[in-house]
């Protein structure tokens, strides 16, 4: 069975003052390729569809910025296009994402192990988690977690500002269909 797996690293300690900025260049420089790319794609889009052309005709618009050419413990197919450079703030991170083979037990089994079970071994294995409203997550041993203050403003400034966007996204694209 192939699951999926993810691993990202903080390489901030790890670079000069010049790496980072050069870094922080090219990823703003990639940013700007990628977005002139974008538009682009959607402009080859928005001609093909007004010239009511078949889907046979759909334009082909290559959105690739960047080429790796190094070696890694693992096939290109099972890259599965996540490989990121990426900075938050003065931070760096260098995340992956990638497909690997693993045994794992039939569904069959897993039934066969648990039917089993006493009740009292299967508490023990099993964890069973609630999300609510007035408790965020309430543990099936009735453990109860909740956010803490500072998270709960994070996330609602992080919330705050995606309506926000959204809505102009969404007054942008109805000023688009008006004209």
Sequence with gaps: MKVKHGKAIEITDQLSPQDAEVIAQWIG???VIK???????????????????DKENYPVVNQQVAFLNQSLPFSAEDLSNSFYLSRKGRRFWFSM?????????SETKIKDIIKNLSDEALKKVINGYDLG????????????????????EKIGKIEKKRSKYQRRYLFQSAMCSVR
Excluded at 97 to 105: C, D, G, H, Q, T
Excluded at 133 to 152: E, K
């Design 29 to 31: 420089s990639y940013t």
């Design 35 to 53: 977005n002139q790319k974008i538009h682009l794609a959607q402009q080859a889009y928005q001609q093909w569809k007004a010239a009511g052309e």
């Design 97 to 105: 994402s990638y497909n690997k083979e693993v045994n794992a037990l």
């Design 133 to 152: 409203i007035v408790q965020q997550v309430t543990g099936s041993d009735d453990a109860v977690y909740h956010i803490d203050n500072a998270l709960a």
